[in-house]
Every structure is written in structure tokens, then in C-alpha cells.
């Protein structure tokens, strides 16, 4: 069996990759703010590093996948932390953890968004995909929160899709999932916002399958793009989200 490494396996989707990956037979090592095998605050560069410094000790012999799912929610203030945990936090840990990867030629999977699709502040997208961490900042405290964390999944996208080639020349498979709404303890404050709430309804009832999903449902199209039966899947983006994206842009493929 393997050994995967994750970032937000606490909770919520990452809770549920994590449980899948254990039924399997693997073993997980858990990278969270608390409640983890290695706690580390990935908002800040000190958090960033001393998570890949003992992910590098723990997984020594290499790792058969990775997974950044760390992530916080458009209800987050200020808004700047949307950017630092779920763009620059994230890009930290995969390139942490990518010589791991390359040593057992696994794969590594990002959690993005079908909010990635849905609107963004091109300037906010920009910076970000620039690596000006503090302008980006400013940027994005300048925004509201959903601009904040769709521009954030975004640029994080974006990203996979440019750097999927030399991560696969060495040997490492790069992709992502782009979850739709999904019951999560993350979606919960945003459902109850007084300001997001009534939107969130009517989004859930316009999910062309008519049920939100679950972590579940994300953990097992995870799980399949980490696994070798998605060997030949390389810089892909897995919608996950009951058909809301095909719905929302139908003529754009």
C-alpha cells in the first residue's frame, strides 16, 4: 500500500479523502492548523516552511501522492487570508512536497473550485499568478469575499495547468477536482451568512442533478486521479459538482 501526504485532512472533503485513502490500506500523513500529524499555519511563510521541513523527515523514502485541500471560505475576513492559505499556501506545500512525489512517480492533486469559472477580479488573478504575496494581499482586502476566493481557485488552477508538463517530466502526474457546492463544515457559516444565505439556496436548488454532494462524492474522484487507473489523466480538471459548470457555460469546453 502507498503513502500520501495531505494538506486540510481535518475536515470536511480532506476528512473524507483522508478517509478513503485509509480504507484503501494507505497510510496519510495529515498537515492541518490543528488536529493533524503536522500542524502548521500555511497563512504564513514560517507555517509553510516548517510544514514541508517535516513532511521532508516523515516521508523520507518518497510518497505515492500529495494532496493540497487547505482551504478557507469566502465568509473569511479579511480576505487576504483567502489568498495567502488557498493560493500561496497551497502552491508552498505542492512544491514541498514535489521531490516526494517524484521519488515513487505518484501524482498530486489540487482542490479547486467551480467558482473558479464564475467571476474573478482580473487584477487580484494577476498578482497572484505573479507571486506577489503582499500585493495580492492588498488586492484582495480591497474585494469581497467570493472575489477573493474565485479569483484565488482561479489562479491556483491556472497554475496546475502551467506547471503540469515539467511536473510530469519528472514523473508526476498533476491534476485537479473543481468541487461544485458540497455539505461541508467550510460551506456551513457560508449557507447561514445573512449576506450569502439566500443565494446559496437558490444555487443548491439549481444543481442539475438536484442534490447537493458530499465529501464523499469528492473523495472518490480524488482518490480515482490519484490512483494508477488514472495514469494517463495529466493536467486535467475534474468537475465534481452535478452538473452545475455545464449549466452555468454551456457552449465553452
Same mark, same amino acid.
Given at each position: ?65 500529495? =494532496?493540497?485541500?487547505?482551504?478557507? &471560505? ?27 512525489? /517524484? ?6 492533486? =489540487? ?38 476566493? /474565485? ?25 485537479? =477536482?473543481?468541487? &461544485? ?15 450569502? &444565505? ?11 442533478? &438536484? ?43
Amino acid at each position: 500500500m502507498g503513502m500520501y501526504a495531505m494538506t486540510g485532512g481535518a475536515t470536511g472533503i480532506g476528512a473524507a479523502i483522508k478517509a478513503q485513502l485509509l480504507s484503501e490500506g494507505h497510510e496519510v500523513i495529515v498537515i492541518d492548523i490543528k488536529d493533524a500529524d503536522i500542524e502548521a499555519d500555511l497563512s504564513s511563510r514560517e507555517g509553510r516552511e516548517l510544514s514541508n521541513t517535516e513532511l521532508a523527515k516523515r516521508a523520507e523514502a518518497g510518497l505515492d501522492g500529495f =494532496i493540497a485541500c487547505a482551504g478557507v &471560505g469566502s465568509h473569511i475576513n479579511p480576505p487576504s487570508l483567502i489568498a495567502r492559505i488557498n493560493y500561496f499556501g497551497a502552491i508552498a506545500s505542492i512544491e514541498g512536497a514535489r521531490d516526494l512525489v /517524484a521519488k515513487k512517480k505518484g501524482a498530486m492533486l =489540487i482542490v479547486s473550485s467551480t467558482s473558479a469559472m464564475l467571476g474573478h477580479n482580473a487584477e487580484l488573478v494577476a498578482l497572484l499568478e505573479q507571486g506577489d504575496e503582499t500585493a495580492a494581499c492588498e488586492a484582495a482586502d480591497a474585494l469581497d469575499g467570493h472575489s477573493a476566493y /474565485a479569483g484565488g481557485k482561479l489562479a491556483l488552477t491556472r497554475w496546475m495547468r502551467l506547471q503540469c508538463v515539467e511536473y510530469a517530466k519528472n514523473g508526476v502526474r498533476l491534476n485537479a =477536482i473543481a468541487p &461544485g457546492y458540497t455539505e461541508t463544515p467550510l460551506t456551513a457559516p457560508i449557507a447561514n451568512h445573512p449576506d450569502y &444565505g439566500a443565494a446559496i439556496s437558490q444555487y443548491k436548488a439549481s444543481i442539475p442533478v &438536484g442534490f447537493a454532494g458530499t465529501p464523499e462524492d469528492q473523495a472518490s474522484a480524488a482518490c480515482f486521479l490519484l490512483s494508477p487507473q488514472a495514469r494517463y489523466i495529466c493536467g486535467s480538471v475534474l468537475f465534481v459538482d452535478g452538473g452545475s459548470d455545464a449549466m452555468a457555460r454551456r457552449a465553452e469546453f
